[in-house]
């Protein structure tokens, strides 16, 4: 059973930057795509950037296009998302997720993930 763990949320200020690490465990991580989800209080849950498993075709939703990069690290069994440029609606709980396939496309549907982690805050102060 694949288990995700989020971390390296936080409160910063508008501007500043800040790294989301995932940690997968369980099966093998280049067997599954992955993606940044988040979730704002009154709003639904929104796919944020999302690769595939060997990590050349990372897709971005498009107000974060420019300021997140996602990436991983098969070595360790890691995804990770780097903030830059923060603005308070980007105050939102943040959620790793994956599903098994190797395709080259990964899809932004929240649907098709069958692994979730239990999310990390994530708050931007104005």
């Known amino acids: 059973q694949v288990q995700l763990v989020e971390s390296g949320g936080g409160l910063v200020r508008a501007g500043d930057s800040l790294r989301l690490s995932c940690a997968h465990s369980?099966?093998?991580?280049?067997?599954?795509?992955h993606a940044w989800f988040r979730q704002a209080p009154g709003k639904e849950r929104e796919a944020v950037a999302t690769?595939?498993?060997?990590?050349?075709?990372?897709k971005y939703e498009d107000s974060v296009k420019g300021r997140f990069t996602i990436s991983r690290d098969n070595s360790k069994s890691a995804l990770y998302l780097d903030m830059n440029s923060l603005k308070p609606e980007d105050t939102a709980v943040y959620y790793c997720a994956a599903y098994y396939g190797s395709a080259y496309h990964v899809s932004m549907r929240s649907e098709h993930f069958e692994f979730w982690g239990q999310g990390t805050q994530v708050t931007v102060s104005s």
């Open positions: 690769i595939n498993w060997s990590g050349d075709n990372p």
């Open positions: 369980g099966g093998r991580f280049t067997d599954y795509a």
